[in-house]
């Protein structure tokens, strides 16, 4: 990572934590904030923090690459915050589910020649400081959304950053990525919470469940304080992803009540060809 | 296993050629059918089954312990078929997902005072003897449904016997098995095939997934010959819980077209909530 000497990341949860990490192992001087005292302090003991930044973030002063890897409600604020101080950032970039509001908060804080909207498809129900780990982007895409498509700079530095972490970068436009991540990912984490409310109300709990049910309901257990705000932003997209998806379960009860079986057949075998399409990389 | 010198496994999927590596690896003698030559030849071949048997079953005579691995709606027949010549058996029990119907069979069949109904919680997506392995149960929970209860000395055997390979006995009833596991197993598989189908109108494919994703829809990858017989037997209370769950997901979406942030966020705190109160054995 020679493009970078100091960089700053704002947020050390489960995704900001794991870049900083990675980071300091690519021996980049990581300055850093998070609103959570001891999340920052656990950051600076373990040596992956060199300076912990006061939350005004004055300090993001001269550091060339910015992080801001908050919920996605915050950053825009975080954005607002940084940019006066932010002239000597060559890239500055966002980890968060949705793309749209974050690209557009970056056109309004005048950064979006140097802003490129980063999603990595990594991490996993769990979140804060102590589920961060290195190496977690190894081989995972990660969506890049340029606020100014013409900023090919901004882009290329964005994607030898990721690819650096091990990551695969995917150039696409916000809007495009916020409507494909609210299938490929919004509606499977709003399906899994609703199976766990189903569940909760009948009295079993998760140790009731074999292995396949406890894969269906990990995602259950992320973050409502990440979560919440993905699901606002995207709220049109993943409104109509829930409604097929309520359509796609309407179809196989209505195959049960008629104990229709050649035609629930057709529906299991129908879902096991678009799970075998892609076994190869199961 | 000393209690049990020689054992026939009908079926030899997943499951059951998963109980026969274990079998064979504790040292009791393993007999064999299964209607796919291949699958029985490679069992074989692999000394994992010491004489295969034809299709009449007559080869079960003089075995002390029978094992019916085969999808739930073609248990009931085996065990006709099985019972003339039964009459060595101490212990015949199966390893479907549904236990009312072959607990009716085995009384049917004059069984019932040797049969008990048995389902490992433990396998995963994949079918067949080319996924089944030695271990595959060990830790896992297996339900034990006797066909008439007061058969201890049955209930016993099959205990010990999953005790054995590395389970976790729980003795219920069948109707009671069967109510539960329409919403800890049946459940989460059809909404995993929703999720697929649903995404598979959309021109996504599994690899667009991330991780999150990737586990929600694992169960879709499962056999359609073992779920669609699963789905029919159980199809009343499969149709209570999909309701159940068509519900709250019909919650979340209303929380989104209000933009309700507040009455989304409760609901993934409740889900979040539920994940969490069996974190320890995640």
């Known amino acids: 990572m020679s493009v970078f000497e100091r960089a700053v990341v704002i947020g050390l949860g489960l995704v900001g934590g794991s870049v900083a990490r990675d980071l300091a192992a690519h021996g980049v001087e990581v300055l850093a904030y998070d609103s959570d005292p001891s999340a920052l302090a656990a950051a600076v003991r373990e040596g992956v923090v060199q ?75 769990r979140s804060g400081w102590a589920a961060s780990r290195s190496g977690l982007f190894r081989g995972a895409c990660v969506y890049l959304c340029p606020a100014i498509p013409s900023s090919t700079s901004a882009t290329s530095l964005a994607s030898g950053f990721w690819h650096d972490l091990g990551a695969l970068p995917v150039v696409l436009s916000a809007a495009r990525h916020d409507q494909t991540l609210a299938w490929t990912s919004h509606l499977p984490h709003m399906l899994s919470a609703a199976l766990a409310l189903a569940l909760a109300r009948t009295g079993l709990t998760r140790d009731d469940l074999g292995p396949g049910g406890r894969d269906v309901t990990r995602l259950a257990g992320s973050s409502p304080d990440v979560w919440t705000p993905i699901a606002r932003e995207n709220a049109t997209a993943i409104e109509t992803a829930l409604a097929a998806a309520e359509q796609e379960i309407a179809h196989i009860r209505g195959a049960l009540m008629r104990r229709d079986e050649g035609d629930l057949r057709q529906r299991l075998v129908a879902a096991q060809a678009w799970f075998l399409a892609s076994e190869r990389n199961s």
């Open 51 to 125: 300076q912990a930044l006061t939350a005004d973030l004055s300090g993001v002063r001269g550091v060339e690459l910015i992080v801001v890897a908050v919920p996605v409600d915050a950053a825009a604020e975080v954005l607002h915050l940084v940019a006066p101080y932010a002239g000597a950032a060559r890239l500055i970039t966002d980890v968060g589910s949705t793309k749209a509001s974050i690209v557009d908060a970056a056109i309004g804080a005048a950064l979006g020649d140097r802003f490129v909207g980063s999603h990595p498809m990594a991490g996993d129900h």
